[in-house]
Structures are given as C-alpha cells and as structure tokens.
C-alpha cells in the first residue's frame, strides 16, 4: 500500500501540472491558476472567487466551470460539518467556528449565485449567520465580565479585547461602550518623566521619544508634562515635586531619567620614523580630535502603595574617537649653504645615512602628501596661513568628516634640502631651490591651517555637544515598558 501512495502522488501532481500549463495562454487562465492553488490548500471563498472571475472573462472555460462546481460543493460540505460539530458547545472558540463557518457558507453561495452559475444548489445562510454572530457575542461578553471581576491589570487588560470582541459579535449589547471605556481606564496605568540633561530642550525631547515609544501600549498613559522645578523658595528638589504631583494627581509612575556626557579633547605627539613604509628620518605624529561618553540611567518609581523603586539601570554611549593625524619630519637646524649658485643663504635642513637611492626614495615618498595638492582657486597667497584657514573652514562643517578626508597625510615641515653624510652632499627637496623653498613654505601653510581648523572644529563639537544623548528617551522607555 505504501508503495502505491508513493506512486499515485507523483501522477497527481503530473497532471495538476499539466492542467496549468494547459491554460497558460486562456484567457481567465492566471484567475484560473491562482484558483486551483487556493484549493488545494482549502481556501474555498478565495478559490471560488478566482474561478469567478476567470469565468467572467472567458464563459466557456470548461476546466473553470468544472472546477467551480467542484469547490462550491466540497467547500459547502467543509463549512457545513465545521458548523454542526461545534454547534451546541457553549464556550467562546466553538462559537467562533460556528459564526466562521456560517459567513464562510454565506460567502461561499453569494459567490456563487452572482457567478449565476447552473445546477447549483445555493442556500441563504443570512440568518445563520446573524444568530452564531449573537451567540458567539454574548459567550465573549460573559467571559470578559468574569475577567473583569477579577480587578488584577492583567486580567483587565484582557476583558477590553474580550468586550471589544464581543462587540465586534453584536454592537447592541447593553452599555457595551461604556464598558469598554471603563474597563480601559481601569487597566491603564499613568506616567510622569522627569529628565535631566544637556541643553534647554532636554526633557522636551525626552518626554517625546518616551511617549512615541509607549504610543503602541493603550493601556499607559504618558503625563504631556516637563517642567517639576521647585520655586525659587523651595528647599525640595525636582524629584520631590515630581513625585508629590503623582500623589496629587493620582499618577501611577514617574520615570526618572539622566543623561551626563563628558567631552575628552585629543591633543598629543610622539615620535615616529618616516616615511612610514620605510622608515629613514626621525618625525613626529601630530594628533588631534575629541572622544564622547554619554551616560544614561534611568530610575522606575510606583507611587501606588508609597513610593518604591521598581526597575533601575544605566548605559553607556561612547562616540568616537575621532583623530585627525598628520606626520612630519622637522628640520635639524639651518646652515648657510651656496647651492646651485644661487649664493650663500641660511637653510633649514635634515640628515640621511643612507644610500643615494634610498635616500632619494624616502624623499620622494613623503613629498607626494603634499605636493600633489592642488591650490584651489580661492588662495591667491598659497603661503598665506589665513587664506587657507578660511578654505578649510568653509569646506568642512563637522570634525568626522574633515578628520575621514585630511588625515595620515606626511611631509617636511620647514626644510628646503637633506644633507647626504656619506658624499657630504645636499638633496634639494623640489626641482630647484627657489621651488623647493616655495614648496617648503606652502606645506608648513597648509598643515599649520589644518592643524588649526582641527582644532576649532573640536571646539565647536564640544560647544554643539555630542548625539549619544538624543536616543535617552526611547532607551529607557523600552527598559522599562516590560515593567508598567
């Protein structure tokens, strides 16, 4: 027998197959399909109406017709037993079934009757229908009075959906809105934020975000209140006047929340060698920037039977760091030195042992940073600190950004030349002197503007404040929803 069931299916779905690849071009055919697949998976209303429709379009569509005519009777037949198997069982979930099978019934014959389909035996199920819905109402209003009478929130909570569904069922049970409504008020529990942090808008958007987060639980109601100061007389704190205006007012909960944040400037050097990839002269590692630490704690008190602390905790956002980094090499001191016959002048210098090769290497390695800069049109004076000040500061509102753009760039700081100790002779940093002290002049310009543009854009993100505070709101508010 296992041998034949194994056998049979294959052919089954062989066909079932071959049927819809048979009406991939009829018109009503898509209808059709979709129709065939509601079936198999027992979905009569919605398998009726694709047939309907694929009939309505193409009203000879034999394999559609039949088809209908199948669903309609074995659909009927489906609903007709789920209705008389649990009919007579007085609970609430049986007299849903009874109700859903009979609008299913419904359903399934107004369907079929506007489809006008022949030789159909279509029932009017309207009154069915209407006494299961009465029936399956008033089980779900007995059953939220028991909940009710209860009195825990739990259980409250639970007889406003049983009421609601029972309404739902039949609208003209006596004072069901009414009860509905107190029912409600019962269950909900009130919430009053007290918040303290950064800036004037503080608890404003704190008290926002709490309330956005708790919007999806109807039964907790936010108290729209920031301001818990105490008079200029007072000797009580916030907190104080927080909790003796729940007292008063008959809230249920107060949520006390605290944001500190604590700014730590980045300011510091130490000694590298360079060019980083291969290491020849003695530099130094110039880093500024800023790292963030937000700390949030947040404290649940109930005010329901005195006050007591029901849930606390704390969290903490770092932001950062964020560094930017530039690396130079530093002159050695200046000699007085007649090259290319341009006569004798004071130059700033540094020295390789090195060889020849290597030397002209490191030297080319960390010109490159710099030297492939382009002046932007708006220097006029490339060696005029100020005008570059300006561009940077006007290129860049934020210290992450201008950090991610102008840092691990390296280069000589003030020197024209390298001394060469094993001939005793001098690299000049550029293709000529004159260039090469031109050059000198327009780096020392552009890393003394950005080092300075550094360090007024950490100035202004200390003064505007980090962001790690601005989700305090909706952090405690979902620590704590478990708890209301």
């Not at 400037?265 to 920037?289: C, D, H, V, W, Y």
């Not at 049109?377 to 201008?402: C, G, L, R, S």
């Not at 100035?459 to 478990?482: P, T, V």
Request: with cysteine; aromatic share 10%.
């Amino acid at each position: 027998m296992k041998r034949t069931s194994i056998l049979v299916l294959p052919v089954v779905l062989v066909v079932l197959v071959l049927t819809s690849c048979g009406t991939l071009f009829t018109e009503g055919g898509s209808d059709y399909r979709s129709g065939a697949a509601a079936y198999e998976k027992q979905e009569y209303v919605t398998a009726l109406r694709y047939l309907s429709q694929a009939l309505a379009v193409n009203p000879e569509f034999v394999e559609a017709e039949e088809l209908f005519s199948e669903v309609f009777a074995e659909g009927t037949s489906y609903y007709k037993n789920l209705a008389v198997t649990h009919e007579g069982i007085e609970d609430r979930q049986s007299a849903d079934r009874v109700y859903y099978a009979y609008a299913r019934l419904q359903q399934l014959h107004d369907i079929a009757r506007n489809s006008e389909q022949k030789d159909l035996r279509i029932e009017d199920f309207t009154e069915a229908v209407h006494n299961a819905r009465l029936a399956s109402g008033d089980l779900w209003f007995a059953y939220a009075q028991t909940l009710q009478e209860q009195r825990d929130r739990e259980s409250l909570k639970q007889a406003v959906a049983a009421f609601e569904t029972a309404r739902n069922r039949n609208p003209e049970i006596p004072n069901i809105d009414s009860l509905i409504d107190e029912t409600l008020a019962d269950a909900t529990v009130t919430l009053a934020v007290l918040s303290y942090g950064p800036g004037e808008e503080f608890s404003q958007r704190v008290l926002d975000d709490v309330t956005k987060t708790l919007a999806g639980d109807r039964f907790v109601e936010v108290i729209q209140r920031t301001d818990f100061s105490p008079g200029s007389e007072s000797f009580a704190g916030p907190m104080d006047v927080a909790i003796m205006a729940a007292m008063k007012e008959g809230w249920d909960y107060v949520l006390e929340i605290h944001a500190d944040q604590d700014f730590d400037e980045i300011n510091k050097r130490t000694q590298i060698q360079l060019p980083s990839e291969n290491p020849l002269f003695s530099g130094a590692k110039r880093t500024i920037g800023y790292q963030e630490q937000t700390s949030i704690s947040y404290s649940l008190l109930s005010i329901k039977d005195g006050v007591t602390t029901v849930f606390q905790d704390q969290s903490k956002v770092v932001d950062g760091p964020y560094e930017y980094t530039v690396s130079f090499v530093r002159d050695e001191g200046v000699r007085e030195l007649n090259l290319e016959g341009t006569g004798a002048m004071n130059l700033r210098f540094v020295s390789s042992s090195a060889s020849d090769t290597a030397t002209r290497a490191a030297i080319n390695s960390i010109r490159q940073d710099y030297d492939r800069r382009q002046i932007p049109a708006e220097i006029q004076n490339p060696t005029d600190q100020t005008q570059w000040v300006a561009y940077f500061m006007d290129k860049y509102d934020d210290f992450e950004t201008f950090a991610a753009n102008e840092s691990g760039r390296e280069l000589f700081y003030g020197i024209a030349v390298v001394h060469h100790r094993p001939s005793d002779s001098y690299f000049i940093i550029g293709p000529s002197l004159d260039e090469a002290r031109r050059r000198s002049d327009i780096n020392s310009a552009i890393m003394n503007a950005l080092s300075h543009t550094g360090r007024n854009l950490v100035s202004q993100e200390k003064k505007d404040g980090g962001q790690g505070y601005l989700n305090a709101g909706n952090l405690a508010a979902n620590a704590i929803k478990d708890q209301l």
